[in-house]
């Protein structure tokens, strides 16, 4: 993060997970940083406003809380704008990007159930007049994307599931809440809609039981200079998966990787994993020590970078919410 301000660049690399988990929190992290309480919410609200930040809060896992799915569209070049207008209007897209690829409009789309994120898929689909690729998630090999944004680049740890846990409706708008993203005031979890005791303990049996995989600050990466991110698609036959996606997810530059349904005649694809890169040439170059990897030998990887960013926020995890 060369040229930033040394104060931020420790704020956006030390707190992108492990928010504390205390009544001011903000408070905790002054004291680890040596400056007031004051002064990192009034830094979190330049960098939110600024763009790189996208909130305080949660990631939630895939699936746990609600349903979601990855999509795509193959848009002609004359109808990109119109398009994207569409899919963003659907308040269960979460991410949506341009993507070098005929299938170019890719995004994630989230519901509080299966049933409500079919009808969305499909609001899409009759608005658009365009076939959509639903690639759902079968297993996660890393999912976190809280890396480093400074220093040497480090393997991601390995995603190791979710426990099992009853999620009840407080629950669902607790996660909701976390999702959409914490006010930047000293005492935060005062207004979850729950007394602060009880939301503080909830969100620690929510992280123990790893719903949510990630609290903290939740970083744009684009605006902090890692343009050059591609979705790195991988034709592989099924039984290598487990050993591939294992490989893949511990090499360092590798910021994502799970597997996909595939949708036969159309994507072959069933391996994913994204590369953040700060240059186009860093990240080919990750790219070609995955291809070295023996258990991706033989199989067909394809970039996909992304040239545009329509949409990045939480989650649609309570219709209510």
Known sequence: MEGRDPIDARLLDEFQRDLPLVERPF??????????????????ARLSADGAVARVG???RPNTAGASTLAALAVPEGRIEEVAAIVN?????????????????WFVATAPDPVALDESLARIGNRTGLRVLDLRL?????????FRLDGTRRPMAPDRGARALD???DDRALLARLSRGLPLTPRPFAA???????????????LQARVIT???VIVRHRPLGWTANAMVVWDIAPDRIPAAGTALSALPGVTLCYQRETVPGVWPYALYSMIHGRSR???????????ALPELAGTTAKPLFSTRCFKQTGALISAAA
């Not at 659907?90 to 409009?105: F, T």
């Not at 503080?200 to 929510?206: N, Q, S, V, W």
């Not at 040439?281 to 291809?291: S, T």
């Open 89 to 105: 209007d659907e308040a269960g897209v979460n991410h949506s990007y341009l993507r070098e690829d005929r299938w170019n409009i």
């Open 58 to 60: 949660a990631t939630v």
């Open 192 to 206: 979850l809609g729950l007394a602060e005791t009880d939301a503080l303990a909830r969100i620690a049996t929510l």
């Open 27 to 44: 408070q905790a992290m002054a004291a680890t940083l040596g400056i007031p309480e004051a002064e990192v919410i009034d830094r979190l």
């Open 138 to 146: 079968v297993r996660a090999f890393n999912i976190d994307l809280g």
């Open 281 to 291: 040439a860093e990240a080919l170059a990750v790219l070609d020590r995955a291809r």
């Open 167 to 169: 999620l009840t409706e």
């Open 214 to 216: 990630r609290l903290g």
